[in-house]
């Protein structure tokens, strides 16, 4: 038999279940494997459980002596991982295992993505369900697919039977640091109907490049450009000069990324090159000095050839319009946390084909103001007489002013570790805004062990905090 690879860390039984779990593939959409996995867990230990069709699976586990009667605790996670390697990494994650390491500092997989983000959960999950000298209340342990691509599981998965309105999510990645709130969003499309023609002139490509980017929901707020929009205001410029008819345009590649680039193409009859240089001159200086974006080039190229199959002035005034008038950015922020983006869009990516469309990854903690913007963006597309598509739509985890759970989980961290916890918001998101609707007046914290650069191959999951988490962890069940 091949030794243990976590033989020897603390707690045994959580790193003893992380290894098993490990050794099973379950990137997102790949989670039969792991959620049969689960099942066996269940009946091997005598556990009620659920598993649906989505793969998802519920485990219910008894109060232990004395605590058989209190009310349920749910514990939650999700059993899928993010699946990246090294180019020179042999090993096909949707068939194998990850190479376990560690260096008595923190625990890593070779040449993979780890998967803390979320073994973990569930890891804590079985050691506690599988060990009756644990003192705890009814647990109803809730572990869900497809996390990772846009909290599929958490969508489909019927909470019916559960009795439980106290939920511990075990999704965060920071110690210490207890979640509260998160954004609920949604993906909004535009699309407008365009009218293509033959057109000849000279031809000029314009691009915006060297911006930083990140990500729409927790990097929103730092002063960061987008490319659309200022590609955007680039056409806008050289329209007020003349007429123009766009060729192409692109910019952008994921809806939860602020675009670092955009390239368009028009024929620009009648307009030298010099002054659409002079435009780009004054807007890259402009965007250097407004926004953090030391790096930031705007530009503009003569192309070899004497117009195409371009877009008539009339479409591309109003592919122009939209880029100008649609919102992005920072919309609103928190009244009852300070610092906290409460309602946000990025105008994430932009197309130009047979229509012209516009992506939109829309977020806000608050239902309502989320509802307002999306409403905001559908009158823009009637205003250009386009479509409007919602996709991906998934509700706030509004914070609770009033959370037992919350005040609890706070003193017994503080008297633990002599120390209070950050209570945050985050302006992402959770699976405890879904979970939250199925189950009403649910009380939610999300807490975790220390983990760095998930999602990558120097993905590292922290010993001493694993401990610590579960140490914490378990007095709070003991309490409740």
């Known amino acids: 038999m091949e030794a243990k690879k976590l033989a020897g860390l603390e707690p045994a039984s959580v790193f003893g279940y992380f290894e098993e779990i490990c050794a099973i593939p379950h990137g997102s959409r790949n989670t039969k494997r792991i959620s049969d996995y689960l099942v066996s867990f269940a009946r091997e230990h005598g556990l009620r ?17 004395g605590m058989e009667d209190h009310d349920p605790v749910i514990l939650q996670g999700h059993m899928d991982m993010v699946c990246e390697k090294e180019p020179d990494c042999p090993i096909d994650m949707a068939a194998e295992g990850l190479d376990l390491s560690h260096d008595d500092t923190c625990v890593f997989a070779k040449g993979t993505t780890l998967g803390g983000d979320d073994g973990i959960a569930v890891a804590y999950a079985l050691a506690i369900l599988a060990d009756d000298t644990i003192p705890h209340p009814p647990l109803e342990v809730v572990i869900t697919v497809d996390e990772e691509i846009g909290m599929q599981g ?18 965060s990645e920071e110690e210490g640091v207890f979640t509260v709130s998160c954004a609920g969003g949604g993906t909004a499309v535009i699309s407008l109907p365009v009218d293509r023609r033959a057109v000849y002139g000279p031809c000029v490509r314009l691009s915006v490049d060297g911006l930083q980017g990140g990500h729409s929901g927790a990097e929103i707020h730092k002063n960061r450009a987008n490319a659309n929009k200022v590609m ?15 060729t192409s ?14 390239q368009a193409t028009l024929v620009a009859m009648g307009i030298h090159l010099e002054r659409i240089n002079t435009i780009a001159e004054e807007l890259q200086a402009e965007i250097r000095e407004k926004y953090d974006e030391p790096e930031a080039t705007v530009q503009a190229f003569d192309v070899d050839a004497l117009g195409g199959n371009s877009l008539s002035t009339e479409s591309t005034a109003k592919v122009i319009g939209l880029l100008c008038a649609a919102p992005n950015g920072v919309q609103a922020w928190s009244k009852d946390i300070e610092g906290l983006v409460q309602t946000s869009v990025n105008m994430a990516v932009t197309k130009l084909g047979d229509r012209f469309s516009v992506t939109f990854s829309t977020r806000s903690s608050l239902n309502t103001e989320k509802q307002e913007l999306l409403e905001q963006l559908k009158t823009l597309a009637n205003f250009y007489e386009g479509a409007y598509t919602l996709n991906g739509e998934y509700p706030a985890w509004e914070y609770k002013k009033d959370s037992r759970l919350r005040d ?5 961290y503080t008297q633990m570790f002599d120390k209070a916890p950050q209570v945050l918001a985050i302006h992402a998101g959770l699976e405890c ?24 191959t120097r993905e590292r999951l922290e010993i001493a905090s694993t401990e610590r988490t579960w140490k914490f962890l378990l007095e709070v069940l003991k309490s409740l």
């Open 49 to 65: 459980y659920i598993q649906d069709e989505l793969n998802n699976v519920i485990l219910f586990g008894p109060g232990t002596c």
């Open 154 to 171: 958490a969508m489909g998965i019927d909470l019916s039977e559960l009795k439980g309105r106290t939920l511990i999510n075990l999704d």
């Open 232 to 246: 955007g205001e680039f056409l806008s410029r050289i329209q007020k000069l003349m007429p123009l008819c766009l």
């Open 249 to 262: 345009l692109a910019g952008g590649t994921k809806h939860n990324a602020i675009p670092r680039s955009c």
């Open 408 to 412: 609890t989980m706070v003193g017994i």
């Open 433 to 456: 805004g879904l979970l939250g609707e199925k189950l009403p007046g649910l009380d939610c914290v999300s807490i975790g062990p220390e983990m760095h650069n998930i999602h990558t």
